[in-house]
């Protein structure tokens, strides 16, 4: 209970100094009279573990209740103010959007989408292996989230019916797991080919 008031009085604290260096960038866009013709795009990584799944601070991009991160973007008289998108997003798709906000073209080259346009059945993996011991994938399509840790540990969850990911209904003979499977396996071999000294455990 200690390390999770800590965490979050340490959440705020952040929260703060990053709303002050946020506010001087604005300000000094008024001063210099550029807010008119300046696209502003504030976004984030990922948020923190205040508890959720036994964990605290930063550890990685996995569970989607800790991936709801701000996107927001702001041109006075270009962008509407007050537009809301609650689909599921990618850091790729920012710039897709910001091309789009421009009336620029998106260049074939360039993954992602611009917010709200994205496919109902888009796939989103992750993968973490720096700050854990073991690697752990994820992935997610339709509300569907499946994670996988290279000691074998897995989980899978609807995160629609149950946000906050606490009722783990990983069951092999789930049909919603073997298409998931299929889509994680190659992340899976493409760490494995650049990781020495760990495999992968448990793979169907």
């Known amino acids: 209970e200690a390390d999770v008031r800590g965490a979050i009085s340490t959440y705020y604290a952040m929260t703060r100094f990053v709303d002050d260096g946020v506010g001087q960038i604005l300000d000094a866009l008024d001063q210099l ?3 008119d013709n300046t696209i502003v795009v504030f976004t984030a990584d990922h948020g923190d573990f205040m508890g959720e799944h036994g964990m605290q601070n930063k550890g990685g991009l996995f ?3 800790l991936t709801r991160v ?5 041109w006075p008289g270009q962008v509407a103010g007050g537009v809301r998108e609650d689909s ?3 850091l790729i798709d920012i710039v897709p959007t910001v091309l789009d906000v421009f009336g620029i073209a998106v260049p074939e080259a360039v993954s992602g989408f611009t917010v ?7 796939v989103r993996i992750t993968t973490t292996t720096q700050r854990l ?3 752990i994938h994820s992935v997610e399509r339709y ?3 499946m994670l996988y840790g290279w000691d074998g540990a897995t989980s899978y969850y609807h995160t629609d019916e149950d946000p906050e990911e606490t009722n783990n209904l990983y069951d092999t003979d789930n049909e919603n797991i073997g298409c998931l499977w299929d889509f994680l396996k190659p992340a899976i071999d493409m760490v494995d080919a650049e990781r020495a000294g760990m495999e992968p455990a448990g793979v169907p």
């Open 116 to 122: 709200g346009s994205a496919p109902a059945d888009r």
């Open 33 to 35: 009279d550029l807010t």
């Open 133 to 135: 011991a073991v690697p």
């Open 143 to 145: 509300h569907h989230l």
């Open 63 to 65: 569970y989607d209740c």
């Open 70 to 74: 701000p996107l927001v973007v702001s």
């Open 88 to 90: 599921p997003v990618n």
